[in-house]
């Protein structure tokens, strides 16, 4: 599993204003996606530890948390982000 991220750009940034925010203040804390999250940091920085690795992202980028990750986050500034959660219907 690999988290992906990137500099959002301009669309994703109008798209993602719509979507609910979450904040957090400096903390770590266990999360586990029960289903893939696309966010779009609005402000902070955080390092995310995974099985397979970490990455550090930030305000303005745009990162996709695949299905069944589960990582710890350590918030190392405030965070603030727009986030939504992406259902795939399986096959019948």
């Known amino acids: ?12 940034k109008f798209e993602m204003q719509s979507k609910p925010t979450w904040e957090c203040g400096i903390s770590e804390f266990d999360w ?5 999250e696309r966010s779009f ?3 902070g920085e ?7 690795g970490s990455v550090t992202f930030g305000a303005e980028d ?3 948390f695949p299905k069944g990750l589960s990582c710890v986050w350590n918030d190392t500034k405030p965070v603030k982000k727009h986030y939504v959660f992406i259902v795939k219907e399986q096959a019948p």
């Open 46 to 52: 955080v390092t995310v530890s995974y099985d397979g």
């Open 41 to 43: 940091i609005a402000g």
């Open 62 to 64: 745009y990162v996709v």
């Open 32 to 36: 586990h996606y029960s289903d893939e």
């Open 1 to 12: 599993m690999t988290i992906i991220v990137k500099k959002a750009t301009e669309v994703e």
